[in-house]
């Protein structure tokens, strides 16, 4: 347990560590990527890497990886990890509303739903508003921008009391600001895989929050970086850490700019991971996420899932 909870910590993006990125070479991406001839086709084709999987680049300056040391996570390492696993009675992801999500600034909370139905290829609710009372959460004035915040870990507490007995995992999302320690500025979000919980705030997706102006589609880029980090994170509860090895949604983020510069896919490794952890159908999950993405007319995306699926030879079961 001790140790479940450390991962926890580790995994919560909320930690800081200095020193230096050592940039893994294409032998220690396909290392990491494991004997891939272990899966059977169509699986093993689109675990092959190729032009659509960039290697990491360079981090610099506020980069995650030039402010955080991390290690990576092979698949073997991974599955050597014995993290959680949905089963046949834990395996609904809900989603948990908290406060109020107004339509301006918020992205739609049933196509952050029918996203994460598709990417984890699990059934994903959204359960009746929590709304919270004016002094729950343990709430402050942000000491660097006077607008109003709420603690992590306090949400979490009242979260692990939430869990449906069919639940994989609860998440908490809100359009309130959080911190996750007075020592910290804010943070996105914060996860505990042991405890299956996580919670997650929109309240800085609206360009309005940064000063910036709203572009014709700036309600598209709310829903596209609900996605990236909502996946994200989690990924982490099904026992991913940050990727280190290829441009991914799981490489690790200082802040909105990374997030944006981040691809909304999951590299070969992390594939492989996330297959290894809820065992979907490879091409199916492709299919219903390229459907995804043209109804969002997340063009390049849908383009780059296409490109994907063009690999698997016809007539593969
Ligand atoms: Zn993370
Ligand atoms: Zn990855």
């Known amino acids: ?7 926890a910590i580790i995994l919560s993006c909320t930690i800081h560590a200095l020193g230096a990125f050592d940039r893994p070479s294409e032998n220690g991406r396909l290392n990491a990527l494991g004997n891939r001839f272990e899966e059977t086709e169509p699986l093993r084709t689109l675990l092959t890497p190729n032009d659509d999987f960039p290697p990491i680049k360079t981090p610099h300056g506020s980069d995650w990886l030039a402010q955080h040391s991390e290690a ?3 698949f073997d390492e991974f599955s050597d990890s014995k993290a959680n696993r949905p089963d046949s009675t834990r395996r609904i992801i809900y989603l948990l509303p908290i406060g109020n999500f107004e339509e301006e600034s918020s992205p739609p909370l049933p196509e952050v739903c ?4 598709a990417f984890f290829q699990m059934e994903t609710k959204l359960l009746p508003a929590y709304y919270p009372h004016e002094l729950e959460f343990t709430p402050r ?6 607008q109003r915040q709420v603690l992590t870990k306090s949400i979490m507490t009242f979260l692990k009391t939430q869990l449906p007995p069919d639940a994989y995992c609860i998440l908490g999302v809100t359009m309130t600001d959080l911190y996750p320690a007075p020592s910290w500025h804010f943070v996105f979000g914060e996860a505990s895989i042991s405890e299956r919980v996580g919670i997650f705030s929109f309240a800085r997706y609206d360009p309005l929050f940064w000063g910036d102006t709203r572009s014709e589609d700036y309600r598209s880029l709310i829903l596209q970086r609900t996605g990236k980090v ?3 994170e989690t990924a982490h509860m099904f026992g991913l850490w ?10 690790g983020s200082n802040g909105m700019n990374e997030t944006d510069a981040s691809p909304q896919h999951l590299c070969p490794i992390c594939l492989r991971k996330l297959h290894s952890a809820i065992g979907f159908d490879a091409v199916k999950r492709y299919e219903e996420l390229a459907r995804f993405y043209h109804g969002q007319k997340w063009y390049d995306d849908y383009d780059w899932v296409q490109r994907q699926l063009a690999r698997v030879p016809q007539g593969t079961p």
């Not at 004035?141 to 006077?146: E, L, Q, R």
């Open 242 to 251: 940050h990727c280190i090895y290829f441009d991914c949604v799981m490489n």
């Open 114 to 117: 029918a996203y994460a139905t």
């Open 141 to 146: 004035k942000s000491p660097h921008g006077g």
């Open 72 to 74: 990576g996570q092979s």
């Open 230 to 232: 909502l996946v994200h």
């Open 1 to 7: 347990m001790k140790f479940l909870a450390l991962l």
